[in-house]
């Protein structure tokens, strides 16, 4: 009997309870990559746009956007995790950790903390820790996210559930760790393109971003080949071509990133995503539609030893095909609106 040496994946009998999985490959992130990012994204949050501006407040290089570092995180679990799999369900409990400059090497180790078969039988869900560290080990980066899985026989044996216990937000406590203590009387508002203040926004204001985004086919392909994500339905249209939707997905990364870029026009002064507190992709996108995006101030929160700045969080919703000047979100039943694709709550740092 032939072996095979190539990966055809894990399927969802192959995970266990506790499982650690070292993922491949290292990579190094560079200037060349940050620049690929802002190509495909345009974001243009001063303090990752400019070495003098970020070197006034006190950081000793800009460092890299963070959802790029998010994202080669990510990317690295991919064919580990869920190249096998239907769908990416949900995030949780994610914390930067570090700030990460170019030159950095990141690697990710994901532990399997839950596992729950599915009723049909033919699926199950699979929920991991993922940690991202840097070329000295620190931890640059921690969150949890759960994918659903195709198994390999519909009929195999199912492990026992255990779905983990995961908070509804970070403690406002852990926030700040990425981001050095800041001479906030260097930082210019002007140049950073908003002159609102952590103090200057209200639980429960609602934003709407204006600007949108038309995405095409070979923009979300290079950028998830960016991250070095191998998942099937982004890049195949031979297959995909005979599957549920006769076209390729769009990476829901891609939409993570375009609605944080366009955040920009309204949260300008909120340089840094601290923390992931949950999130979902509520429905697919594909080549060809145009992404909006709109916030709402959920709570208002110091971090504790830091009077330079405050955290944010916030509800960012994406919609796609439909700007958000009413700021689509769910029907009378709760129910997502049709053109909703992300519904993503973070905490963000802002200059207080």
């Known amino acids: 009997m032939a072996v095979t040496k190539t990966n055809p994946g894990n399927y969802f009998e192959d ?32 303090v990752q746009s400019s070495n003098a501006f970020a070197r006034a407040l006190g950081y000793p290089d800009s460092p890299l956007d963070d959802m790029l570092v998010f994202h080669t995180v990510f990317g690295k679990t991919v064919p580990d995790v869920s190249l096998n799999a239907i769908a990416n369900l949900g995030y949780a409990n994610g914390r930067f950790l570090k700030p990460v400059y170019p030159g950095a090497t990141l690697s990710t180790v994901s532990e399997v903390i839950g596992l729950k078969e599915n009723s049909n ?15 000295s080990g620190d931890k ?32 406002p406590a852990s926030l700040g760790n990425a981001v050095p203590s800041l001479d906030a009387s260097r930082y210019d508002f002007d140049l950073a393109g908003s002159p609102h203040r952590w103090a200057d926004y209200e639980v429960g204001e609602q934003i709407d971003h204006v600007d949108g985004m038309t995405v095409e086919e070979a923009e979300h392909q290079i950028a998830t080949r960016l991250y070095q994500n191998t998942a099937k339905v982004h890049f195949n249209q031979h297959t995909e071509s005979q ?16 609605a944080r870029a366009l955040s920009f026009n309204g949260l300008g002064n909120a340089f840094h995503v601290a923390a992931i507190n949950g999130g979902r992709h509520v429905a697919p996108m594909f080549a060809g539609d145009t992404v909006y995006a709109w916030s709402q101030i959920l709570e208002r929160a110091e971090i504790p030893g830091r009077s330079d700045i405050g955290a944010l969080r916030v509800r960012q919703i994406a919609v796609k095909n439909q700007d958000c000047s009413d700021f689509p979100l769910q029907d009378a039943a709760g129910k997502y609106q049709e053109n909703v694709i992300l519904d993503l709550d973070v905490w963000l740092a802002v200059l207080r």
Do not use: N
Not at 243 to 258: E, H, W
């Open 15 to 46: 995970f266990q309870l506790g499982q650690i999985i070292r993922h491949a490959t290292p990579r190094t992130v560079t200037r060349g990559d940050a620049a690929l990012y802002m190509g495909l994204y345009g974001p243009r949050f001063a």
């Open 140 to 171: 640059v980066l921690e969150y949890t996210r759960w994918v659903m899985v195709r198994k390999r026989e519909a009929g195999s044996p199912a492990p026992e559930a255990m779905v983990p216990e995961l908070p509804d937000r970070v403690d």
């Open 243 to 258: 599957g549920r939707f006769g076209r390729r997905l769009i990476y829901g990364g891609v939409v993570i990133s375009l």
């Open 121 to 135: 039988g033919k699926t199950g869900t699979v929920y991991v820790r993922s940690t991202g560290t840097d070329e």
